[in-house]
C-alpha cells in the first residue's frame, strides 16, 4: 500500500542536517508551514513497498525510535528490492532518471513501452513429437541411410529395401528393393528436385523420381566398394563417396558417364557436403582427415588433418558459405570450425561424445549434433560446458561460441543418422535402437508457419512397415 509522508513538528527536527528538510522561502524568516497547506515534493516523497511499512512519526513517538525503525524498514525494504524486484529502486519513477530493472527494462510504466520488448526464453521440447518403429534399421557408423525431401517425404533405408513415408498423410510406400546380396548403404535426396539417389553395397548408384514414381537411372560400376555416403550440387550433377577411398563425380544428364574422380582419402569416405554456394565439395573420411574440394575446378583446395578420429559429420553453414563444420568419432569427440576463405582452423570444442552427424539451422545460429559413445568427464579438455554430453543423444549448440542450449535424450543406442524437414524447424534422426524420432528443435523462420501446414505429424507413435 503506497503511503504520503506527514510530518509532525519536533523543535530540533527543521535544520541543514535533519531527515526532513522544508523547503525555505529565500529572503524571508523560516516560518512553519501549516500542515494543512504543505505539499511535499514529489521527489522526495517515500513509498513504501510492502503494506506493513510507514514512514509517519506517530504523535509522541521518540524521534530517536523513529529513526531505528525507517532503517530497519529501509533495510527490508532494499532487500524485496535486490532479490524480488531486481533492484528497482522504487515502485513508481516521478522524478530523475527512471532505474532498470531485470535485462535493462526500466520499471515505469511509461517508459517501458518506449524500450523494446526483451526476445521470450525459447523452450526446446525435450521428448520427440513422434516416433516411428524402423526395423531393420543398419547399425553401422559409416552408413548414410536417412534424409527427408524439400516435398516432405522421408526415404530410410531397411535391409535392402528402401522406403518412402510421407509426412504429411502418414502413408509409407516401398519404392526400392536390392538384388542379390546386394545392400542399401547410403540415399539423398535432391533438394531442387524429386529425385532420390541411392547408393549400394556393390558400388552402384540408382536414381528414383518420386514425382513419377519410377526408377529413372542405374549407374553401375561406379566404384570397387560401397558408395556409403551421397552429396548432390545442382539439380544435375551429385558425388558419390565409397570404401575404395574415391569420390566421382556424376551428371545425370549423361547416363553412364562419371565427370570427374576424386582421390584424396586413404581410406573410406563416410561423409560429404556441398556448401550453399555450391562452391565448394567438404569430405570426411576413416583416416581422419576432412578435404575441401573445390566444384567448379574438381580440384582438392586443402585438407585439414587435426582429428584424431573418423570424420563422418560435415556441415556448411548456410549464414556464412565459408564456413565449415566438422566432427570426430569416439577418439576425437570435438567439433571443429574451419575457414577455407583463409584455410585455417578457427576454433574446436570437444563434446564428450562421439559425433555421428551434425548440421546447422535454417532458421538460426545454431547447430545440433548427434552422439555415439560418452567418454567420463575427466578426459575433457576445451570444452567450456563442464560435463560430457550424454551417451545416444541429441545436443543443440549455440554458434559461435558453441553454447550447448539442450540436451535431448530418448534413443538407446548411437544417433547415426539425422536429416532436417523443409521449414527447417524440425528433425529426424535415426539409430540402431531401430527407431525414427521426430524433435521440433530450431525456431520457426519469421514471416511463416511454413511447418505447420506442411507437417501435420500428430500421432505419437507408428510402425514404417
Known amino acids: 500500500m503506497l503511503r504520503s509522508v506527514k510530518y509532525f513538528r519536533r523543535p530540533d527536527d527543521f535544520n541543514s542536517d535533519s531527515v526532513l528538510d522544508l523547503a525555505r522561502t529565500p529572503g524571508r524568516a523560516s516560518r512553519e508551514p501549516t500542515p494543512d497547506r504543505f505539499l511535499p515534493s ?17 504523535p509522541g513517538q521518540d ?12 533495510n527490508y525494504s532494499s532487500l524485496l528490492r535486490r532479490n524480488i524486484l531486481a533492484e528497482c529502486s522504487s515502485v513508481l519513477n516521478y522524478a530523475g532518471q527512471s532505474t532498470t530493472r ?11 513501452f518506449a524500450q523494446p520488448m526483451n526476445r521470450p526464453v525459447r523452450r526446446i521440447a525435450k521428448l520427440p513429437y513422434k516416433v516411428l518403429d524402423a526395423p531393420g534399421l543398419i547399425d553401422d557408423f559409416y552408413l548414410n541411410l536417412l534424409d527427408w525431401s524439400n516435398q516432405n517425404n522421408i526415404a530410410v533405408a531397411l535391409d535392402q529395401n528402401v522406403y518412402v513415408w510421407n509426412a504429411a498423410n502418414n502413408k509409407a510406400k516401398t519404392i526400392f528393393a536390392a538384388e542379390d546380396d546386394a545392400a542399401v548403404t547410403s540415399l539423398r535426396w535432391s533438394q531442387r528436385n524429386s529425385l532420390l539417389a541411392i547408393g549400394l553395397s556393390d558400388g552402384s548408384l540408382s536414381l528414383w523420381d518420386a514425382g513419377k514414381d519410377q526408377m529413372v537411372s542405374v549407374f553401375n560400376n561406379l566404384h570397387f566398394d560401397r558408395v556409403g555416403a551421397i552429396a548432390w550440387a ?8 565409397s570404401r575404395d577411398t574415391k569420390i566421382t563425380e556424376l551428371d545425370i544428364r549423361v547416363p553412364g558417364a562419371c565427370v570427374a574422380a576424386f582421390c584424396g582419402h586413404s581410406q573410406e569416405v563416410c561423409g560429404m557436403e556441398v556448401s550453399a554456394d555450391e562452391a565448394y565439395l567438404a569430405s570426411g573420411g576413416n583416416d581422419n582427415k576432412v578435404l575441401v574440394w573445390s566444384v567448379k575446378e574438381s580440384r582438392e583446395l586443402t585438407r585439414f588433418s587435426q582429428h584424431s578420429a573418423a570424420v563422418k559429420a560435415v556441415a556448411w553453414s548456410p549464414h556464412a558459405h565459408h564456413v565449415l563444420a566438422t566432427g570426430g568419432g569416439t577418439q576425437d569427440r570435438c567439433v571443429r570450425f574451419w575457414n577455407v576463405n583463409t584455410l585455417t582452423m578457427t576454433s574446436a570444442v570437444d563434446t564428450g561424445a562421439q559425433i555421428c552427424n551434425m548440421m546447422f539451422a535454417s532458421t538460426a545460429n545454431e ?3 548427434t552422439h555415439g559413445f560418452s567418454c567420463a568427464s575427466s578426459e575433457i579438455e576445451g570444452n567450456s560446458q563442464g560435463c560430457p554430453t550424454p551417451s545416444n543423444s541429441l ?14 535424450t530418448g534413443h538407446t543406442s548411437r544417433v547415426l543418422f539425422l536429416a532436417s524437414s523443409p521449414c527447417g524447424q524440425n528433425v529426424v534422426t535415426g539409430a540402431g535402437d531401430e ?10 523462420r519469421k514471416g511463416t508457419h511454413f511447418g505447420r ?7 505419437s507413435s507408428l510402425q514404417l512397415r
Open 42 to 58: 514529489v521527489s522526495k516523497t517515500s513509498f513504501a513497498i510492502d503494506e506493513g511499512t510507514t514512514s509517519t512519526i506517530e
Open 367 to 369: 547447430l545440433v549434433t
Open 395 to 408: 545436443a543443440v549448440w549455440r554458434v559461435p561460441g558453441m553454447t550447448r542450449i539442450a540436451t535431448l
Open 453 to 459: 501446414e506442411v507437417s501435420p505429424l500428430t500421432v
Open 102 to 112: 531485470g535485462r535493462g527494462r526500466t520499471c515505469s510504466p511509461i517508459k517501458d
Open 435 to 444: 527407431t525414427l524420432r521426430f524433435w521440433n528443435i530450431f525456431p520457426e
Open 234 to 241: 545442382s539439380s544435375n550433377v551429385l558425388f558419390t563417396g
Open 63 to 74: 524521534f530517536n525510535e523513529f529513526l531505528i525503525k525507517q532503517q530497519a524498514n529501509n
